[in-house]
């Protein structure tokens, strides 16, 4: 069994390559990422020497390289991680978010038609279906809530479902779609949400939180959305779209409280600030599909979660650091180099 990683030199990514070098030693892995800002090669460090595993620098928007790279290798499988991540970033520049996540999705989709992979997983998310209200508590996102998203990031992620679900129908492509809600864990980019309140309170600088920080965000662990990436590419069936969370609601302003606390730093360090344009008031997974088809349940509640995170951004705190001073351009411009 060989499998394409994208974007596995990021969050995600780097934790599902972890938990599958653990969980299925004997499988290939190829590890594609062209080390955007989000990407750090420290993340995927301990991986770089193991056999079976190889890190190709590349874009997924790269036809040229991407139909060599699948010729060469001859994947049976293909997951799909790389994007840009980050709906601020995409209400700056609603371009990138477009030519990677739509673009990119298409690149690798005519690929793995062209050489015949065995299953496509594409990684979605759950702003796809926009927001629920926040006086509401009753609704949750199905498989079959409408696609009605709000931020150029998250239109793009739906452009890029519709293509992979479209190459299911049309040329019939094994695809599997995923769309699971927050993810949090060690060695997420200090842009969102809870590593960046994290940075700032071991800094003691102020916490910019959005509006009066009521919206709502449904929380999983990292290491439960890679047990269920990995059930979905053994088990999931061909056309279908899986949502993945663990009923873990909560408002920003609970979460930031919560890391102050852990931290002992005071409420004052609270800083109120613009809302996010367009932004989205309540996600709320209802992951009754993949349990009752597959079998899958959250391992992590929130608050063990949280705690160990909270507490490896505190061990870790250089790999933070690195990314505030810039020094993790610079080992990843050599891996660039390296491994091109
Ligand atoms: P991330 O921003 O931490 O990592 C993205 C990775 O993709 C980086 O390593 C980057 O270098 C790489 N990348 C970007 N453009 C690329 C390109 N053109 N070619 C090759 N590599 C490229 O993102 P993340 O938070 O780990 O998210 C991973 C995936 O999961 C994304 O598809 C995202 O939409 C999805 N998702 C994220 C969350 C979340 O809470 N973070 C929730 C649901 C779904
Ligand atoms: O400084 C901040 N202050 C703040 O109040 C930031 C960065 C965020 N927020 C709020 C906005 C959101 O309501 O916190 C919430 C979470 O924000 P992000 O961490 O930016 O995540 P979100 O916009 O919910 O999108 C995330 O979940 C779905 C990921 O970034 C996406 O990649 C994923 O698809």
């Not at 599909?289 to 061990?315: H, R, V």
């Amino acid at each position: 069994m060989k499998m394409l990683i994208t974007g596995g030199a990021g969050f995600i990514g780097s934790a599902f390559i972890r938990y599958m070098l653990k969980k299925h030693p004997d499988y290939e892995y190829v590890c594609l990422d062209c080390l955007t800002y989000a990407g750090n090669i420290k993340n995927i460090e301990f991986a770089l020497n193991m056999p079976g595993f190889r890190f190709a620098c590349g874009s997924i928007s790269d036809k040229d390289y991407v139909d060599a790279l699948f010729e060469k290798e001859k994947f049976d499988v293909v997951v799909n991680f790389a994007a840009e991540s980050h709906v601020d970033r995409s209400i700056k520049n609603p371009d990138l978010v477009v030519e990677t996540n739509v673009m990119g999705t298409l690149t690798l989709l005519n690929a793995a038609r062209k050489y015949e992979v065995k299953r496509f997983h594409q990684i979605s998310t759950d702003e796809v279906y926009g927001d629920l209200p926040l006086d509401r508590p009753d609704l949750f996102f199905t498989e079959e809530t409408p696609i009605r998203t709000s931020s150029p990031y998250s239109s793009s992620k739906a452009g890029a479902d519709l293509l992979a679900l479209a190459f299911y129908r049309t040329y019939g492509l094994p695809v599997t779609v995923s769309r699971c809600s927050n993810n949090y864990g060690p060695r997420q980019f200090p842009e969102k949400l809870i590593p960046l309140m994290i940075a700032k309170a071991l800094r003691d600088e102020p916490l910019p939180v959005y509006g009066e920080g009521l919206n709502v965000r449904d929380w999983l662990y990292v290491d439960d959305h890679c047990k269920a990436v990995d059930l979905i590419i053994s088990n999931g069936k061909p056309g279908e779209i899986y949502n993945v969370g663990g009923h873990n609601e909560k408002q920003n302003i609970e979460v930031v409280k919560t890391v102050l606390d852990r931290l002992g730093k005071p409420y004052g360090l609270i800083e109120h600030v613009a809302d996010r344009a367009g932004h989205d008031l309540r996600y709320a997974i209802d992951p009754s599909k993949i349990s009752a088809q597959l079998g899958w349940e959250p391992e992590t509640d929130f608050e063990t979660g949280i705690a160990s995170t909270i507490d490896w951004y505190i061990e870790n705190r250089s790999w933070t650091d690195d990314i505030l001073s810039g020094e993790y351009l610079k080992y990843n411009e050599k891996a660039a180099e390296k491994y091109a």
